[in-house]
């Protein structure tokens, strides 16, 4: 695998660029501070701009750690921010990745994030040299799994009942994808 961090990646519609601080506002209105978003993701909803003023730093800080590969994804047309995409966990002994995710809500439906997921596919795969790249989303979330299927992963397996989704207030299960070199 290659340590080459994150690098500004593009599509028609799309860049992927490193996150910065002047992007929290964009981050707040248009997604940590979205209710349909935070109900499909492992952390809470922002308050306050602040809060996303202090995620953006965070963020911002974490790019001087080896293997950080973590985009915000701007929409061209508009030059706005509409989500963002990292490789959440990496791992270097395995060379896999387990990729990240979230859009806001008002830009769902629209192949963002089926675009957004095969440049990131692309670039672990082919100039990163991961072997594999995975995610997971809950069962209760069946849009997130049709992005990875547009995107070219395969369906690898279902952890019955093995997260908890606040929004429902029941147990779904974790449905996982993944693609590999090959």
Same mark, same amino acid.
């Given at each position: 695998?290659?340590?080459?961090?994150?690098?500004?990646?593009?599509?028609?519609?799309?860049?992927?660029?490193?996150?910065?601080?002047?992007?929290?506002?964009?981050?707040?209105?248009?997604?940590?501070?979205?209710?349909?978003?935070?109900?499909?993701?492992?952390?809470?909803?922002?308050?306050? #701009? %602040?809060?996303?003023?202090? &995620?953006? $730093?965070?963020? !911002? /800080?974490?790019?001087?750690?080896?293997? =950080?590969?973590?985009?915000?994804?701007?929409?061209?047309?508009?030059?706005?921010?509409?989500?963002?995409?990292?490789?959440?966990?990496?791992?270097?002994?395995?060379?896999?990745?387990?990729?990240?995710?979230?859009?806001?809500?008002?830009?769902?439906?629209?192949?963002?994030?089926?675009?957004? #997921? %095969?440049?990131?596919?692309? &670039?672990? $795969?082919?100039? !990163? /040299?991961?072997?594999?790249?995975?995610? =997971?989303?809950?069962?209760?979330?069946?849009?997130?799994?049709?992005?990875?299927?547009?995107?070219?992963?395969?369906?690898?397996?279902?952890?019955?009942?093995?997260?908890?989704?606040?929004?429902?207030?029941?147990?779904?299960?974790?449905?996982?994808?993944?693609?590999?070199?090959?």
């Amino acid at each position: 695998m290659k340590d080459i961090g994150t690098q500004t990646l593009e599509s028609k519609r799309l860049i992927l660029r490193k996150i910065r601080q002047e992007d929290a506002p964009f981050i707040f209105k248009n997604w940590t501070h979205d209710p349909l978003v935070t109900k499909y993701v492992t952390w809470d909803l922002h308050p306050t #701009l %602040q809060t996303s003023e202090e &995620y953006a $730093l965070y963020k !911002v /800080k974490r790019y001087s750690e080896n293997f =950080r590969f973590d985009w915000i994804v701007e929409l061209k047309d508009i030059h706005e921010p509409i989500g963002e995409i990292e490789a959440c966990k990496v791992n270097i002994k395995d060379r896999t990745v387990e990729m990240g995710y979230c859009f806001g809500s008002s830009f769902w439906n629209q192949g963002y994030a089926t675009e957004a #997921l %095969q440049i990131f596919i692309h &670039y672990m $795969l082919n100039q !990163v /040299k991961v072997d594999k790249v995975y995610a =997971r989303y809950m069962s209760s979330n069946p849009a997130s799994g049709q992005a990875m299927r547009k995107a070219g992963m395969s369906y690898d397996a279902t952890l019955k009942n093995y997260a908890y989704d606040e929004y429902l207030q029941k147990r779904v299960d974790l449905i996982y994808y993944s693609i590999t070199r090959s």
